[in-house]
């Protein structure tokens, strides 16, 4: 590449500002709003479907609910790059585990494996992930791995950087006791609430339903995502 | 030109014992503050002051919008220095009732409800979700009662005692309501 001077610039004359455009320097993030529930049976989780890179949007279409086992799931929110990488990893060991084991891996197994690799780089990753799925000894469970790495079972979970505005929503309309239709239910509206409120989360309403039988995947396209009176 | 919309509209606070977020700016008049406390206050004492006198050149009471613009036009005049952000809402003669939104660097904004402050973050997807217009005095109480407390639920620096005031043409009530007799969910 032919070196770059022109008058007024700097003896720096490599400045990549002037080769790429701004939002291909910014860091790749899912930038989110996940959540997962319990009922009895199973869980339900959910996602938007937003990636972006400052303020273009990389990928409208993402899908962010990504299986680690057959009826185990994690929902990534942080940097793209770093929750690949990492679910990744854990799929891999966790497959490993379960060959082992000679029978599916429990929940808790891979929530932990999680919690291993995030607090260990903790410093150099972003990530937050939601681990939900079904195994035979504890039935339905959500375990969050936020930033940091700490590690904790709920019954219901939301994260990522729309989670914020739906706290309110979450604590005054979920019931324990919920059946899986109400859990989707609450998952789409509240993904609608959070999705209308944050700039990096947007697009489809990603859900999916895991028990015993197996697993059921929705998406509801924006116009169908219920709209609020005020917004 | 009654007002078809509710004839109440609400204003809250959440205090310390030591701190009054709620400055009543004129008889019907109230304002809510955000941000660095000591910005707000003299901001609002400010306001105050121009507020009264305003009304007493008009020989009327000050309508809200002319509130609301007082504070917008110190907040837009000092936005290098201030920090604070308010909710400006009452009564008068001409609009009803209304609600007006001073943001930080001093835009001004009329909205039908609106929520500010560290803890609101926490409860858009609740208002968005519960607020329908044209809702009765009873309602709108349930309402501002049950975001508050999901928020004080949520936001360590929000707590202690909710303040509520409805003010209406007849006059200004006060209901105040301590954290433990708030409205719980099942979180807590």
Redesign the interface.
Known sequence: MAAYMSAGRSANAFSTHDFVPEWAQEEVSTGTTIMAVEFDGGVVIGADSRTTTGAYIANRVTDKLTPIHDHIFCCRSGSAADTQAVADAVTYQLGFHSIELDEPPLVQTAANLFQQMCYRYREELMAGIIVAGWDKRRGGQVYTVPMGGMIVRQPVSVGGSGS?????????????GMTKEECLHFCT??LA??M??DGSSGGVARLAAITEEGLERRVVLGHQLPK???? | MVGVEDLVHFRYYVSSKTINKLIQVHDRIFCCIAGSLADAQAVTKAAKFQISFHSIQMESPPLVKAAASVLKELCYNNKEELQAGFITAGWDRKKGPQVYTVALGGMLLSQPFTIGGSGSTYIYGYADAKYKPDMSKEECLQFATNALALAMGRDNVSGGVAHLVVITEEGVEHIVIPGDKLPKFHDE
């Open positions: 914020s505005y739906i706290y309110g929503f979450m604590d005054s309309n979920y019931k324990p509206q509240a609430l959070a209308e409120r609020f009176s005020n917004t």
